[in-house]
């Protein structure tokens, strides 16, 4: 790799220091590397961090400082370019930022050498439908949660999986979502985790009212369909949120389709720690 690119979030790298240490780092070796400024986010907020427009042509790898929040972010922002991700945690051990900053410059050279490899993640591509009309269009790496707004009472939600009825629940919420998204939402409500290399959709519902209410896996080729359902007497609303970021109100009758996104994310490996090791100290408490 030759050519590089760092987002650094503001919040956690606010005078640049990671971001200026990498690129001098890259510079000492010989390697281009551009660092965002904040000026280069676009003012249309037509995405959520980063303009992928500021990226240079020729990038071989996008460098994200701040952790799986700001990697998720990035992700998104960059679907259409297709360069591959690099995670620098800033933070606490995570998924999707993979080494923290002391082990920066290793992962550097090892860049630099090409001693790496790339991983595909799928996202799930999900359609809002109120009275009839699409009213939003939109991707998720980890997940797309529909839950309740407003009063905190129970809803029900209808599950259809290609058109064909699969389950009402009584609940707080259903979360469709990735294997990359297990390990989010998914998990602190009693989901399944999935290895990030696996490509299928999961299903769970959110404070379900029942005691037989479980998580569903599916194949990833399936259509999955969220309808709010109706109580008497009762108005109910609800939010679609992509990622934990865009959001969209639905009311009842309306409904969300989700499928296997044709895009995909690339995260650049380097076999540092693998998600097993991960999961190891996360539920060890390490």
């Given amino acids: 790799m030759n050519h590089f690119f760092v987002i650094a979030n503001n919040i956690k790298d606010p005078d640049l220091t990671v971001a200026k240490r990498i690129q001098k780092m890259l510079r000492d070796m010989g390697k281009e590397c551009t660092i965002q400024e904040f000026s280069q986010q676009d003012p249309q907020q037509r995405y ?37 991700l690099f995670g620098i945690n800033l933070g606490t051990l995570g998924y999707l930022a993979e080494i923290g900053a002391e082990d920066i410059e290793s992962a550097l ?23 009839g009309k699409n009213i939003l269009s939109d991707v998720a790496l980890n ?43 998914n998990l602190s409500v009693g989901g399944p985790i999935v290895s990030p290399a696996a490509s299928l959709i999961l299903v769970t519902p959110i404070a379900p009212h029942t005691l037989t209410a479980r ?26 949120t992509f990622d934990g970021d865009i959001t969209v109100k639905m009311e009842c009758h309306d409904y969300i389709e989700m499928k296997k996104s044709a895009s995909t994310v690339r995260f650049i490996k380097i076999d540092q720690i693998s998600f097993l090791e991960i999961l190891r100290r996360k539920m060890s408490g390490a």
Wanted: proline share 4%; aromatic share 6%; with cysteine.
């Fill in 109 to 131: 050279r090892r860049l630099v050498a090409d001693e790496y490899a790339t991983e595909e993640r799928m996202m799930l591509s999900g359609d809002v439908w109120h009275s």
């Fill in 215 to 240: 998580s569903v896996i599916l194949p990833d080729d399936v259509t999955v369909k969220v309808e709010i359902g109706e109580r008497a007497g009762t108005d109910e609303t609800a939010e679609a």
């Fill in 48 to 84: 959520q961090y980063t303009n992928p427009a500021a990226i240079p042509a020729g990038t071989d790898c996008v460098l994200v400082l701040g952790g799986d929040g700001t990697v998720l972010r990035a992700s998104r922002d960059l679907i259409e370019r297709r360069i591959p």
């Fill in 143 to 185: 997940d797309i949660v529909i839950a309740r707004s407003g009063k905190l009472r129970v809803m029900d939600f209808h599950i259809s999986v290609n058109g064909r009825f699969l389950n009402s629940y009584s609940a707080d919420g259903i979360i469709v979502g990735t294997p990359t998204g297990s390990t989010g939402y």
